[in-house]
Structures are given as C-alpha cells and as structure tokens.
C-alpha cells in the first residue's frame, strides 16, 4: 500500500509562486510514475503534470507546461510541482497520484493510489 501526503499549498498573489511536494511512503518509490491534479469547484479533475520513475521523462498539461514544473527526489521519496506566475484560474485543490511502474500517464484512472490534496488560492 503506498500513502501520499502533500504539502505546501496556500495563498498567494497572481504572479506569485509556489512549490508542492508530495511524500510517499511503501513500496518502491522509484518503481512508480507520479502524476498531480487538480480540481476546481464545479469542475472536472485535470491533469497538469507527470513524471516516470527515474525523472527522465516528464509531461506538463497544455494550461501549465510554461509555467509549471514536475520533479522528483528518488532518495527522499518525494515529488515536487513548481509553480511560477501563477493566476486566478490556477485555484484549485491539488493532488498528487501514484501509479506503480509504467512512463508516465495524463488520465486519472491509470493511477491507482492518491493523496488527499492541498489547496492553492491564488488571488487576483
């Protein structure tokens, strides 16, 4: 069974920046690709990034991917999402996801374990 816990969500101001991590624990970590989503009030889920076991090959959603970057510590079991200029319509609860083995995937049902989330606010 592998536990995900994120951090590092708050408020911030448009243009601001912040970092989310996600701590995983059980299993192999450097066995799974790691994905984050997110989630607005009254709207679908969607992806934003992903990235494989090693970190060699990553995916940034179209809305995010010049803005937005995905990494991974494989020694201290954890992935990160840096988030630069963000905006208003980056307000959402942000979760991370686990899928053990594969490259890295875009659509949620690949993923079998989730964490709870964090939200960002980011002010106009």
């Known amino acids: 069974q592998v536990q995900l816990v994120e951090s590092g969500g708050g408020l911030v101001q448009a243009g601001g920046s912040l970092r989310l991590s996600c701590a995983a624990s059980g299993g192999t970590f450097s066995s799974y690709a790691l994905g984050w989503f997110r989630q607005a009030p009254g709207k679908d889920r969607e992806f934003v990034a992903s990235i494989n076991g090693s970190g060699g090959m990553k995916y940034l959603g179209d809305s995010v991917k010049d803005r937005f970057t995905i990494a991974r510590d494989n020694a201290k079991n954890t992935v990160y999402l840096q988030m630069n200029s963000l905006k208003p319509e980056d307000t959402a609860v942000y979760s991370c996801?686990?899928?053990?083995?594969?490259?890295?995937?875009?659509?949620?049902?690949?993923?079998?374990?989730w964490g709870q989330g964090t939200q960002v606010t980011v002010s106009s």
């Open positions: 996801a686990a899928v053990i083995g594969g490259a890295y995937y875009t659509k949620a049902h690949f993923y079998d374990y």
